[in-house]
C-alpha cells in the first residue's frame, strides 16, 4: 500500500540510509554515484527494503540495475509512488 | 630441509579485556574475566576499532577476528602493509560456530516478518570463513585464505596450517587465529541441554568439583613468518613456532576417549615434529575445559606424552580458568597464552582451583602464578586444544 511522501522525505530517508550503511555523510548528495560512496549490490538491496517498509512500493532487482546515482534511486521511488 | 617459521605479532580480544599483553597480565595476576557465568568481551566496542561499514558488515565474532589481527600486525611491524609481495601472504582463521548471532537474529526476522525482510548481509555474516575473508580482504593478503572447522580446536588447526604453509613454501607469512561469539540464546541453551556447560556457572578446571566449562567469546590473532624472511627484514620474533601435530579419538560425538590416547599421541608427534624431547618442556598450556571428561582424560594424556615423572613436575595451567572456553578461539588465544608466560617465565595459574579429585594430580599452578624455570634452559611449552568431534591439535612453541 503505498503512502505519499514529498521528494524531501524520501531524499532524506535514502541520505540517513547511505549513512547507516556506511558512507562518508559529507560525500552523500543527490549527484553521488552509490560507486563513488562504497555502496554495493548488497546495500541496494537493503535500501530497497528500508523503501518499501517506509513507502510500499516494491523495487525490483531489475529496477534497481540502471540505478547509479542517488538522485536515481529518488527518481525511482517517486516514479513508484505516482 | 624444513624452514623454521616464527610468530613476529600476536593480538587478542577476550573477556579480561583488549590486547594480547592484556590478556597475559590480567591473567597472571589472578583476574578473572568470568561474569555471571559468562566470559565476554565486555570492554570491546566494535566502532573503537572499526569503521561503521565494518561493524555492519560482520558477525561480531568477524569484528573480534578483525581486531585482534590489527593489534597482531601492528605488533609485527605490518603497519604501513604486508612486507611481503601480497600473494606470498595467507590468512587461515578457524572458529567453532562462525556468526551464531547472525543466524538466530535472522531467524527471527524470517518468523516475525517474512522471508522479504532477511537481510542480503546474512549470509556473508553468518558464513563460518567470514573471518579469514575479511581479514584477508582488509590487508591484502592474496595467498591462500580459509576457515578451519573443528569446534574447540579450530584455532590451533589453523595456527598448525599456517605453519605448515610456510614450511611447504606456499607462503612466506600467514595470519592466522581463531574468533567466536557463539553467547547467542540458542548456542547457550544448546549447550546446556547438553551438559556441557556449569551449572554453578565456575571455571574451574582439574578441580574435583567443576560441573562444566564456561562460555566465552573472543579472537587471537598471530602473524607468522618464514623465519629467514622476518631476520632479513629486520623483525623481532616473539617466539619459534617448532612444531604441530593433530590427530582424531574416533571414538564419539563429543566424549574425549577417556584414557587421552589421541590426545598423547598428538602431544607426542608435536614434540617429534618440534625436534626436542619431553624434557625440554617447560610448561603446558591444557586445555581444561572444566568438565568432568576433559580434565581427566587431558590428565591422563599429558602423563602418557610426558611420562608419569615428568608429568609430576611440569607447570600445567588452563587459561579457560581465567576467560571461559573460548571455543574456536581458544586454540588460538591459548596459544598467544603460552607464549606470553614462556617470554615473561611465568606460569598463570589454575583459578578457582581448591579441591583435588583422586587421580587428577598434576601441578596445575593452582590460584597463583609462578615463575617458570629460568636460566639457560629454552622456555618451550605445549599448548594443546581438543574439539567436539574428537579432534586434538597441540602446538609447540619456542619463546625467543
Given amino acids: 500500500m503505498a503512502v505519499t511522501a514529498t521528494r524531501e522525505e524520501i531524499e532524506s530517508r535514502v541520505f540517513t540510509a547511505l549513512e547507516e550503511f556506511g558512507a562518508e555523510s559529507d560525500q552523500i548528495n543527490p549527484d553521488a554515484t552509490f560507486e563513488s560512496l562504497d555502496i554495493d549490490s548488497l546495500d541496494l538491496v537493503e535500501l530497497a527494503q528500508i523503501v518499501e517498509d517506509e513507502y510500499g512500493v516494491q523495487l525490483k532487482g531489475e529496477d534497481m540495475e540502471d540505478v547509479k546515482t542517488v538522485r536515481q534511486s529518488v527518481d525511482l521511488v517517486m516514479s513508484k509512488l505516482a | ?400
Fill in chain 2, 1 to 400: 630441509m624444513t624452514r623454521s617459521v616464527v610468530i613476529t605479532g600476536v593480538g587478542a580480544v577476550t573477556p579480561l579485556g583488549v590486547g594480547a599483553r592484556t590478556l597475559h597480565e590480567r591473567w597472571s595476576a589472578g583476574v578473572s574475566g568470568i561474569e555471571d557465568g559468562f566470559g565476554r568481551a565486555s570492554e570491546f566496542e566494535p566502532k573503537d576499532h572499526l569503521s561503521t561499514k565494518e561493524v555492519r558488515r560482520s558477525d561480531r565474532f568477524t569484528q573480534l577476528a578483525l581486531a585482534a589481527a590489527q593489534e597482531a600486525l601492528e605488533d609485527a611491524g605490518w603497519d604501513g602493509g604486508a612486507p611481503y609481495d601480497p600473494e606470498r601472504a595467507a590468512c587461515v582463521i578457524g572458529t567453532g560456530i562462525g556468526g551464531i548471532g547472525t543466524l538466530e537474529n535472522q531467524h527471527i526476522v524470517l518468523r516475525e516478518e517474512g522471508a522479504e525482510r532477511i537481510s542480503p548481509l546474512s549470509i556473508p555474516l553468518l558464513m563460518a570463513n567470514a573471518a579469514s575473508g575479511v581479514v584477508a580482504m582488509k590487508h591484502n593478503l592474496r595467498g591462500q585464505s580459509f576457515g578451519t572447522v573443528s569446534a574447540c580446536a579450530a584455532g590451533a588447526h589453523a595456527i598448525g596450517q599456517a605453519l605448515r604453509m610456510i614450511q611447504n613454501g606456499e607462503a612466506d607469512a600467514v595470519v592466522t587465529g581463531g574468533a567466536e561469539a557463539a553467547l547467542a540464546d540458542v548456542a547457550i541453551a544448546a549447550f546446556a541441554a547438553m551438559g556441557a556447560t556449569s551449572e554453578s556457572g565456575i571455571s574451574r578446571p582439574f578441580d574435583a568439583r567443576r560441573d562444566g566449562f564456561v562460555m566465552g567469546e573472543g579472537a587471537g590473532a598471530l602473524v607468522l613468518e618464514r623465519a629467514d624472511a622476518a631476520e632479513e627484514r629486520g623483525a623481532e620474533p616473539l617466539a619459534h613456532l617448532l612444531g604441530y601435530a593433530a590427530t582424531s579419538d574416533a571414538h564419539h560425538l563429543t566424549a574425549p576417549e577417556p584414557s587421552g590416547r589421541g590426545a598423547a599421541r598428538a602431544m607426542e608427534l608435536a614434540l617429534k615434529d618440534a625436534g626436542i624431547a619431553a624434557e625440554d618442556v617447560l610448561y603446558v598450556n591444557a586445555h581444561g575445559t572444566s568438565t568432568p571428561l576433559n580434565d581427566r582424560a587431558e590428565t591422563n594424556a599429558i602423563k602418557t606424552a610426558l611420562g608419569e615423572e615428568l608429568a609430576a613436575k611440569i607447570p600445567v595451567s588452563s587459561t579457560k580458568s581465567a576467560i571461559g572456553h573460548l571455543l574456536g578461539a581458544a586454540g588460538a588465544v591459548e596459544a598467544i597464552a603460552t607464549l606470553l608466560a614462556l617470554r615473561d617465565r611465568i606460569a598463570p595459574p589454575t583459578l578457582n582451583y581448591g579441591e583435588p579429585e583422586d587421580g587428577l594430580d598434576l601441578d596445575y599452578v593452582p590460584n597463583e602464578a609462578r615463575p617458570l624455570q629460568n636460566g639457560d634452559v629454552r622456555a618451550i611449552g605445549l599448548s594443546n586444544a581438543f574439539g567436539f568431534g574428537g579432534h586434538n591439535a597441540v602446538l609447540c612453541l619456542e619463546a625467543s
